[in-house]
């Protein structure tokens, strides 16, 4: 089977509940060990020299349980493919197969699902690390993966009041803006004139920019806020060591790449023991979510090909009920 954009949209890819359903059982079965996931190797061919979000990966992975499946999800990015060739930053395809035979069954485009798993991941953490009843959010970047973590929030949660938006190109935040607005009128929508006044008036905050330089200093963060730190290297080291609870998905996945967290390792200043928890744990109730209203928390999403697996199984299984997709002779 074979589902583009415009297929996965058709049978329910553009919903934030289908992913959030799906990535709450991915981490609870991750929290099990019910998986399989190699690191996920970086294909770079600048030699170092080039940005950092421009790479391919390959990020392979299997799911156990009642809808057990494997699969890969490919996925490129240039940073500047925005403004230089006028497409999207990221670009892939997933395959899923049977576990049995391990033959392929699918092939769809990941651009949606990828962000959409990215920001149900948001939403699945705001549950268990955000204040209740959060009325605020700020979000850091206004291109593609900030709008699906906005429409998904919005979707999920009632309470939200008031969104602050900041862009170096503050026209892409008056956009954002103006694009969420038309559907959720109830909110009410601010364009801030810099980073700093956009992260002190927030109770959720999310970073969606291409930064390969940390410029968010810990004292910015105001108490009680929970951080969605979803482009990774947008916050300074301060952050991580002052936080109340530093939460990852997967720590083998986060203590790599040069990332913010690995830096701290290789330092010595930071350790899995100093991990609060693996998001999974926190699900399944191993280990508790906020517990005060007054708890700094940072997310440390690096991203895990079974959320990207486990989504791409629930749309495949929307398309093989509705009947859609175009079928493809392997031989």
């Known amino acids: 089977m074979y589902l583009s954009r415009e297929e996965i949209v058709e049978v329910g890819g553009s919903s934030s509940t289908l992913y959030v359903e799906a990535i709450t059982n991915a981490l609870s079965l991750h929290a099990q060990g019910k ?5 996920k190797p970086y294909l770079r061919t600048q030699d170092g020299n080039g940005h950092i979000a421009d790479r391919i990966i390959a990020m392979p ?5 009642d809808d057990a499946v494997s699969g890969i999800k490919w996925i490129g990015s240039k940073h500047d493919n925005p403004v230089v060739r006028g497409l999207e930053r990221a670009s892939g395809i997933i395959v899923l197969n049977d576990p ?10 990941a651009g949606l699902i990828s962000s959409m798993r990215t920001a149900a991941v948001t939403v699945v953490a705001a549950r268990h690390l955000a204040k209740s009843g959060f009325q605020f959010v700020t979000c850091l970047g206004c291109g593609y993966i ?90 300074q080291k301060d952050v991580f060591l002052l936080a109340d609870k530093v939460v990852v998905d997967d720590w083998d996945q986060s203590n790599r790449e040069k990332k913010i967290i690995n830096q701290l390792v290789l330092e010595g200043s930071f350790s899995r023991e100093g991990l609060h928890a693996e998001l999974g744990e926190i699900i399944i109730g191993r280990k508790p979510g906020r517990e005060n209203d ?4 940072i997310l440390n999403p690096m991203g895990m090909a079974i959320e ?24």
């Open 61 to 65: 992975a299997h799911l156990s349980g």
């Open 100 to 109: 049995e035979s391990n033959y392929p069954i699918a092939v769809m485009e």
């Open 35 to 39: 998986y399989v996931q190699p690191l």
């Open 308 to 331: 990207d697996i486990a989504c791409a199984k629930r749309i495949y299984m929307e398309a093989e009920l509705k009947g859609l997709g175009t079928r493809l002779d392997l031989y």
């Open 294 to 297: 007054d708890e700094i928390i």
């Open 146 to 235: 900030a709008k699906a973590q906005l429409y998904s929030l919005l979707q999920q949660f009632e309470s939200i009041e008031v969104i602050t938006l900041f862009d170096v190109n503050k026209e892409a935040a008056v956009q954002l803006a103006s694009i969420l607005s038309k559907q959720f009128n109830r909110v009410d929508f601010k364009v801030a004139d810099s980073a700093e006044e956009a992260i002190r008036s927030g109770e959720v905050i999310v970073t969606c920019t291409v930064t390969d330089t940390p410029y968010i200093p810990f004292e910015w963060i105001p108490k009680g806020a929970f951080v969605s730190n979803v482009s990774i290297m947008d916050v």
